[in-house]
């Protein structure tokens, strides 16, 4: 099964940045503190990631707000498989020397895993993948 992901993009002007900050703590979940330097990051530039598992209200409504507070998002699809195989292909190539290791490769992400799996090599790719596929869904989410 795939996975949404919203990337809020860019911004536009007359943007309120209080009621962006309420909107990721209604929709995200986050922290007063959290979506506080989360709405910081993005208007220096950087673009925000929301997970829609952890999204509980209809992802249309989340949208809508965003587009009323001119924010530009897109949506995109992350297969978990392919973004674990990703992961596992660049800590080759780290390893290799053939390009320099992420900036924190420890983060609860598919790509992660597969890196330090990858880190750990003792089997082929493939065969991790199956053997981690029940406890990764387990703590992820459901994979496909």
Not at 48 to 73: C, R, Y
Request: hydrophobic share 35%; glycine share 6%.
């Amino acid at each position: 099964m795939n996975k949404l992901i919203i990337e809020l993009t860019d911004w536009q002007t007359g943007l309120n940045k209080i009621k962006l900050t309420k909107l990721l703590q209604k929709y995200a979940g986050y922290s007063l503190s959290d979506a506080k330097h989360c709405v910081d990051a993005f208007l220096s530039g950087e673009v925000i990631k929301l997970d829609t598992e952890s999204i509980s209200f209809p992802i249309s409504q989340l949208l809508e707000e965003l587009s009323l507070l001119n924010v530009k998002h897109k949506i995109d699809t992350v297969h978990p498989k392919a973004a674990y195989m990703r992961g596992w292909n660049d800590a080759v190539k780290v390893m290799e020397g053939k390009r320099k290791p992420y900036s924190d490769p420890d983060k609860k992400t598919w790509a992660a895993l597969g890196y330090r799996d990858a880190l750990r090599r003792e089997t082929s790719k493939e065969q991790v993948w199956q053997k981690h596929l029940v406890e990764i869904s387990r703590e992820y989410g459901v994979v496909g």
